[in-house]
């Protein structure tokens, strides 16, 4: 087999994710206040220490790549860029080992550019290993940048905070999500339904990767992006039957919740795929679908228990409980109206 032939396999062979993985900030869709500070970074070439802050999927690392692939270049960036997920390096003994060799490495670069380190969920590192990271950025702050991702900077030093240029990254819009998910169906001639494409959206939540993971694991498994197909992957809960149990609940049919909620948990869904399920549904609906009167006490029902399961307490009882609150929430509203 020729090299070429070889070359072309791997490519094809290469998951979605890292084969369309942005490379210049074109490529990138959303975010763009920080998208613009960077671009502004690659024009001037003076690079400061960054903390990009944000949830998963949202173009952090990707963007930080970019710039890197701007200044840089192939080349140069082979010895002048160590790029580590955090959450698989996060011991001190790891930072110290990787990190500070690299930092203490002698690279020939032109003027202006430093070593550039990239660091991924950096909110994920033991104290102890950022400490060390800490005592690496002031030592080496003459010839090493650093750039830090992660989806919580609470988690973070303070002493490193304050040694960085805080950039914050938001979910995607759905338009945002579709226009790159469009790229790559159109690249990879993937056969779909908008329906598909849609459930595709739905459930990458304003989370690129997600959504990318998804779609390539659809097609992959059925070679067909429809929504059936969709939710099997996925393996959460179909939005129309969700919706159609919200609406139960506003007509305050009861016995038809409690079934609707029975079924659900009897098909193997969890109680917080359900609730996430819902919280969705909720932040996406128009008035058609759930009136104003119910709208706000609905959404701090469901985002009350999401927040009670996701601190440990996670059963079916707690989406009994959330249908019986649901549906009382109806009752009352409805004495309220007929006034």
């Not at 359900?274 to 609906?285: F, H």
Request: hydrophobic share 40%; glycine share 6%.
């Amino acid at each position: 087999m020729s090299n070429s032939s070889r070359a072309n396999i791997a490519i094809t062979d290469l998951p979605w994710l890292q084969k369309y993985r942005p490379a210049v900030f074109d490529d990138i869709v959303g975010n763009e206040p920080s998208i613009n500070i960077l671009k502004n970074v690659a024009k001037r070439g003076n690079i400061p220490n960054f903390l990009l802050s944000g949830p998963p999927g949202t173009g952090k690392t990707s963007s930080i790549v970019c710039l890197a692939n701007e200044l840089y270049g192939k080349e140069l960036a082979k010895k002048a860029i160590l790029e580590l997920n955090a959450s698989d390096e996060r011991s001190v003994n790891i930072i110290r080992e990787k990190v500070k060799a690299f930092a203490q490495t002698k690279v020939t670069l032109p003027p202006g550019l430093q070593k550039f380190i990239i660091l991924d969920e950096v909110d994920s590192m033991t104290d102890a290993a950022q400490k060390a990271l800490r005592a690496i950025m002031e030592h080496y702050s003459d010839t090493t940048r650093f750039a830090l991702a992660c989806n919580n900077d609470d988690k973070i030093d303070e002493a490193i905070m304050s040694r960085v240029t805080k950039l914050s990254f938001s979910n995607l819009s759905d338009e945002e999500v579709a226009k790159r998910l469009l790229y790559i169906v159109e690249k990879e001639d993937v056969k779909y339904t908008p329906e598909g494409l849609q459930a595709i959206i739905f459930t990458a939540d304003g989370d690129m990767r997600q959504g990318i993971n998804n779609l390539q694991s659809t097609y992959s498994g059925f070679g067909m992006v429809n929504e059936d197909n969709v939710y099997k992957v996925c393996d959460v809960p179909d939005p129309k039957y969700i919706m159609e149990l919200l609406k139960r609940c506003i007509r305050y049919e009861v016995r038809n919740v409690f079934n609707a909620v029975s079924k659900l948990c009897g098909e193997g869904y969890s109680a917080l795929d359900i609730v996430q399920t819902m919280l969705k549904l909720m932040k996406s609906a128009s008035e058609e679908d759930i009136e104003e009167d119910y709208y706000n006490e609905y959404l701090m029902e469901i985002s009350k228990t999401e927040l009670i399961i996701k601190s440990g307490t996670e059963s079916e009882l707690q989406v009994i409980g959330l249908a019986a609150s649901l549906c009382d929430i109806a009752k009352s509203i409805s004495k309220k109206n007929k006034g």
